[in-house]
Nanobody, 118 residues
Framework: QVQLVESGGGLVQPGESLKLSCAAS????????MAWYRQAPGNQRELVAI???????NYLDSVKARFTISRDNAKNTVYLQMNSLKPEDTAVYYC????????????WGQGTQVTVSS
């Protein structure tokens, strides 16, 4: 059974930092492209950051230079370091795992709430 378990969300003030973690089980982690998405109320889910098995990354323009995605294949975990948080970063953040070859193998975590407010 595949599980993606996110942690690290919370309430912070503007300018502060948070680090999200997503622990995967039930998959061969190194074969998966890992990503973070977010969804704010009334908005569509959007891709925030993505990292392939080789460590190449890509980011949503609005988070470049503030967010960093990384992965530890030995721990089956992907991270999202979020710095200089803004109120517009408030959303539920979801972890996603997509097989690098077989697109039908795609999994989601349950989401973790990030709230940026003074």
């Amino acid at each position: 059974q595949v599980q993606l378990v996110e942690s690290g969300g919370g309430l912070v003030q503007p300018g502060e930092s948070l680090k999200l973690s997503c622990a995967a089980s039930g998959i061969i982690f190194s074969l998966y492209v890992m990503a973070w998405y977010r969804q704010a109320p009334g908005n569509q889910r959007e891709l925030v950051a993505i990292i392939n098995s080789g460590g190449s990354t890509n980011y949503l323009d609005s988070v470049k230079a503030r967010f960093t995605i990384s992965r530890d294949n030995a721990k089956n975990t992907v991270y999202l370091q979020m710095n200089s948080l803004k109120p517009e970063d408030t959303a539920v953040y979801y972890c996603n795992a997509g097989h690098r070859t077989f697109v039908e193998y795609n999994y989601w975590g349950q989401g973790t709430q990030v709230t940026v407010s003074s």
